[in-house]
């Protein structure tokens, strides 16, 4: 009698790493409307993928999220130092303007 092992498991781990590999993208359109009328357009997106194949195809978004990358944090952080800066400049510069305005006859 011949004992019979399950591929399963390893048929599964070969499909998981297909679709790593290749990638897979799934696309779909939610529409709600009422009487021909589009109340609500939604479209959805999903792609898996491994980190690899995402960076290969652009999809690099995770590097320049604040919330996900700490150098993209502190870029951000230092970008709003700077825009608080220029700003402040600008208003010193705005307020100097208008008190000259208010001394002049």
């Not at 019979?4 to 679709?19: H, I, K």
């Not at 939610?30 to 898996?48: F, H, N, Q, T, Y």
């Not at 999220?65 to 993209?72: I, R, V």
């Amino acid at each position: 009698m011949a004992i019979e092992q399950s591929t399963g498991s390893s048929n599964l781990v070969d499909v998981l790493e297909t679709v790593l590999d290749k990638g897979v993208v799934i696309a779909g359109d939610i529409r709600v409307g009422i009487a021909d009328v589009e109340l609500l357009s939604i479209k959805i997106r999903l792609i898996v993928a491994s980190v690899d194949k995402a960076k290969e195809i652009g999809m690099d978004w995770w590097e320049t999220d604040p919330y996900l990358n700490s150098q993209a944090a502190l870029q951000e952080q230092d970008k709003l130092k700077e825009e608080n800066e220029q700003l402040q400049k600008r208003l010193e510069k705005l307020e100097g303007k208008l008190s000259e305005d208010s001394r002049l006859p």
